[in-house]
Structure formats: structure tokens, C-alpha cells
């Protein structure tokens, strides 16, 4: 789980709220405050660990258009595909920015949420339920991209100069992909969720993601090229 602060007001409310942000396949109450520790903020901890981790297992791409977009590998793709758009009140694109990056040979491909607008939504929702905002100083959001970690060898060179913006993103079961035979992949088993507008300099929202991005390649394991 990924972690990132926010600054708030300078009211007389708390000194920091945690805001849950994008984790898939967690729902929550918009607007409910659990004190940090309590029982039930616990629970809500525990269910987000059950949860799948975002990374995807493969990045396939997908040409259409003339152009290429991702296809992102992972375990219960087409739940978390339908959970995303439920999240973003399918809107997507509002929400999400594709993010490419390339550190350390390998290149990463995230769908990064918008944090600032997830504060946004918090305080709506609180200022819903209690009639007042929340004056918190400080936010910590929580929160999990949907995110790939190429391994040392890959294709990224050859298809960087494909991938347009906006840009569709797949999402595609495990199952349905054998890697030995990939003649074997069928279309329409994947999801398309988007468009979004792809980021190349690691500031989705105006908020620099370097420390995502470090923690991405360091939890990583060496999958093969893709």
C-alpha cells in the first residue's frame, strides 16, 4: 500500500485525516472518520490486504488505430476493471492518468489516481454528513496504483513512439493469456477501460510520484520481458 501526505487547513480540526484513496476492490463509506488504530479501521486495513495489489503480472500491448496501449496481466482483471469504473463514477479519465516511466533499464506503466481530487471528494462527503469541513492540517492518503514492472529486457523502445494520448488501457486475466503460445490470446477477453491522458514526466495531477515509482521498482520482481 502506498502512502503520500497532503497539506490541509489551519483550522482547530484534526491534526491529520487518512484518507482512502484508490485500492482495488475496497469499497468504503465516503466521508466516514475511523479513528487511526480503532477496531474498525483495522478491519477496513485487514479486507485491504486480502485485496489483490495492484501489480499486474504481464503488460501486453494492443494495437488499434495505429496506435499501441497496454494491457495490464493480473489476477480478477475483469472485477478490478468494473470496481475502477464504479470508483471513478465511470469516469475514468477524471480520475487516472496512465504514467510511463523508465528508471533502472526497466520501464514502469502505472494508472495513477488523482489524489487532490480524492481529498476533494473526502471533504464533500464529510461536509455531507457533519455540516461543517473537516479543518484537518494534514491528509495521508492511501492508496494503490494499478501498476507493471518490466524486467531488464523489453520491448518498451519499440512501442514508446506508438502509444497515444488519450490512451485505452486493457485489463486481462491470467487465464486467458498463455505466454508459450501467443497465438493463443483472444481479443476479446479484454476489458478496455479509458481514455486517459498519459503522463511522461512522473507528475500526474501536478503531484511528483518518484517515491511511488522507487517503491515500485523495489517491491518488483524480475518478470520477463514484455
Not at 514526466?201 to 522507487?214: C, D, H, Q, R, T
Amino acid at each position: 500500500m502506498r502512502r503520500v501526505q497532503l497539506p490541509g487547513s489551519d483550522g482547530d480540526g484534526p491534526k491529520r485525516v487518512v484518507v482512502l484513496s484508490y485500492l482495488p476492490l475496497v469499497t468504503g463509506e465516503p466521508g466516514r472518520v475511523l479513528s487511526v488504530g480503532g477496531e474498525e479501521y483495522k478491519r477496513l486495513m485487514a479486507e485491504a490486504d486480502r485485496c489483490p495489489s495492484g501489480l499486474a503480472d504481464a503488460c501486453l500491448w494492443m494495437a488499434e488505430g495505429g496506435y499501441v496501449f497496454p494491457v495490464f496481466v493480473l489476477p480478477q482483471a475483469h472485477a478490478i476493471a468494473e470496481h475502477l469504473l464504479a470508483w471513478t463514477e465511470n469516469r475514468p479519465g477524471d480520475w487516472f492518468m496512465l504514467c510511463f516511466a523508465q528508471r533502472q533499464g526497466r520501464y514502469v506503466a502505472a494508472l495513477f489516481p488523482n489524489l487532490p481530487a480524492s481529498v476533494e471528494r473526502f471533504e464533500a462527503a464529510y461536509f455531507a454528513s457533519h455540516g461543517e469541513p473537516s479543518r484537518a492540517a494534514s491528509y495521508e492518503l492511501l492508496f494503490r496504483p494499478i501498476a507493471f514492472v518490466s524486467g531488464v529486457r523489453h520491448t518498451f523502445k519499440k512501442v514508446k513512439k506508438l502509444i497515444g494520448s488519450p490512451s485505452m488501457v486493457g485489463f486481462m486475466e491470467p487465464s486467458d493469456f498463455d505466454p508459450a503460445t501467443p497465438s493463443s490470446l483472444k481479443p476479446e477477453r479484454i476489458r478496455q477501460v479509458g481514455p486517459f491522458t498519459v503522463c511522461w514526466n512522473a507528475k500526474p495531477f501536478g503531484m511528483s510520484i518518484e517515491a511511488v515509482l522507487s517503491q515500485l521498482l523495489a517491491s518488483a520482481s524480475d518478470p520477463e520481458s514484455n
